[in-house]
């Protein structure tokens, strides 16, 4: 209820709905999906370890209320003329709900960290209203300053590896000129935008295998696994190589 008084309230309903936005936005928003259902399980787990749960029944229900979480709010935009019930949307949750769960069940660890990272990108000053007039709106709104990450140490699946299991590799996702959900092409003032996919390769840190004594201090650290830290990257956009901090 509070869910629907927040965000739904005030827009026109409709009767139930699909909506299949897989194509829209070059799927950053579906990468942003499974981010999203990936720390809200990390959170619940550590909610439910807190409380004396084991790691089975903490994982279990961390992703079992996250799913069940996310599912309603495809139910409400389902019933929302302005959206629709988005089957791509659920997978994506799903496949971020997998990823800790998975691993949490085979490893009793997060060896593979989801992480987020955000470089501004100039594009939202072209189409604010999409893409976000503030800093807080254009972490959420501008892709094309996003960036996803999978970050895992080799050290992590190596048994008596001298690699440092803190020391991580990481694969990025972004996307760059993306100005319109549905168009790869945005022409404002003569000029054409033409959006591309970006892959990018670069280093970053597990703080929560750093070498700490303290274990508070240490699962304190490990909450700054939810970002990417920046570092020099290697990155590739239709083609064309480059190296730049991401």
């Known amino acids: 209820m509070l869910l629907y008084n927040v ?9 139930f709905h699909y909506y299949n936005d897989g194509a829209t936005w070059l799927q950053m928003d579906k990468v942003g999906h499974s981010y999203t259902a990936y720390q809200l399980c990390r959170a619940e787990y550590a909610g439910a370890r ?8 903490s994982a ?6 996250v799913w069940a979480g996310q599912c309603t709010v ?5 019933l929302s003329s302005e959206w629709g019930f ?13 990823l800790f769960l998975g691993q949490q069940l085979a490893f009793k660890e997060q060896r593979i960290h989801l992480k987020y990272s ?25 892709y094309n300053a996003q960036s996803y990450w999978l970050s895992a140490s080799p050290g992590a699946f190596m048994k008596d590896s001298k ?22 092409f945005y022409t404002v003032n003569g000029f054409t935008y033409q959006a591309k996919r970006e892959w990018a390769l670069s280093l970053d ?42």
């Open 7 to 15: 965000w739904y309230k005030d827009y026109p309903k409709s009767d």
């Open 118 to 142: 955000y470089k501004n990108s100039g594009y939202a000053e072209i189409r604010p209203n999409t893409l976000g007039s503030t800093f807080p709106e254009k972490l959420l709104k501008d």
């Open 163 to 184: 690699f440092p299991k803190w020391l991580q590799l990481s694969v990025g996702y972004s996307a760059d000129a993306k100005l319109k959900g549905d168009e790869n």
């Open 60 to 65: 279990m229900l961390a992703a079992t209320l």
């Open 86 to 98: 988005s089957v791509p949307d659920l997978a994506a949750n799903t496949a971020g709900i997998g």
């Open 74 to 78: 495809e139910m409400f935009d389902g």
């Open 205 to 246: 840190i597990d703080w929560s295998k750093l070498p700490i004594r303290k274990p508070w201090l240490q699962k304190s650290l490990g909450l700054l696994n939810a970002v990417k830290l920046p570092f020099p990257s290697v990155y590739w956009r239709n083609g064309v190589c480059y190296v730049g901090m991401l």
């Open 50 to 57: 807190w409380t004396g749960r084991s790691n089975k029944g």
